[in-house]
């Protein structure tokens, strides 16, 4: 009866397989390059909004 030796045969080998060689993390891509077109952050400084805000 291969029908049902079968289904128990790929459960065992998948635990078997999940508990020795863990899934992969996937693959982290790349960070994409800053686009040029926004302009660079001004130098460290306390901005008119901000010590609005905290004042």
């Known amino acids: 009866m291969p029908d049902s030796f079968y289904p128990q ?3 065992e080998r998948h635990r078997h397989r999940e508990m020795r060689v863990p899934p992969p993390p996937p693959p982290t891509p790349p960070l994409p390059p800053r686009p040029q077109s926004l302009p660079r952050p001004p130098p460290a400084t306390p901005r008119p ?5 905290t004042g």
């Open 9 to 11: 045969q790929v459960p």
């Open 49 to 53: 909004s901000v010590s609005a805000r």
